[in-house]
């Protein structure tokens, strides 16, 4: 099974940016509902994404990201606290091409890589579209128990705060479109 630890914070960029100085990647990313595991096939509206042997259980989110041409599917589990498990999948261009995806809830967003003072390494990420001024910045951790030398321009902790996954985030969007 894989395992996601990570903190994940609000940023304030109106005025000081430094991750902007690092690498970027343009992702878009939407979710999924009605994906199905059986006889280790992963299928969404009849469409055979994966094929996975391993028993994967728990899943809350099914996800499609398209970043810098690739695409990954990945399937995450319930978090708590810090931790949720997390599978990935890699995906052709040509089967994310023919794949009903328009109208589903997502995010676009421009993720920077930021080095940490403590050598780990941030993600920030910009959203763009309806998010757009939204900014959260996430590290991965080996352990919920890891020090992290926290950038002065990370705010409000959103790790344990229901609400803000991006999984979350596009669904509010898309209900608010909706109305």
């Known amino acids: 099974m894989g395992v996601e630890i990570e903190r994940r914070f609000l940023v304030d960029g109106r005025e000081f940016r430094p991750w902007r100085e690092g690498e970027s990647i343009s992702i878009s990313q939407c979710y999924l509902s009605g994906v199905s595991h059986l006889e280790n096939k992963i299928v969404w509206k009849g469409h055979l994404l994966a094929t996975d042997t391993r028993k994967i259980t728990g899943i809350s989110t099914w996800r499609i990201r398209l970043h810098d041409g690739s695409v990954t599917l990945t399937a995450k589990g319930v978090r708590t ?66 020090e992290v030398s926290i950038p002065p321009w990370a705010g409000l902790e959103l790790t344990n705060l229901r609400g803000w996954s991006n999984a979350s985030l596009s669904t509010m969007i898309k209900d608010s479109e909706q109305n």
Do not use: C, H, M
């Open 81 to 146: 606290n810090a931790t949720a498990s997390e599978y990935e999948w890699p995906l052709s261009i040509d089967l994310y091409d023919s794949l009903p995806l328009d109208g589903l809830p997502g995010v676009s967003k421009t993720r920077y890589l930021w080095p940490g003072e403590d050598g780990l390494l941030w993600e920030v990420d910009e959203f763009e579209g309806r998010l757009a001024g939204l900014i959260i910045a996430e590290v991965e951790l080996e352990n919920e128990n890891q």
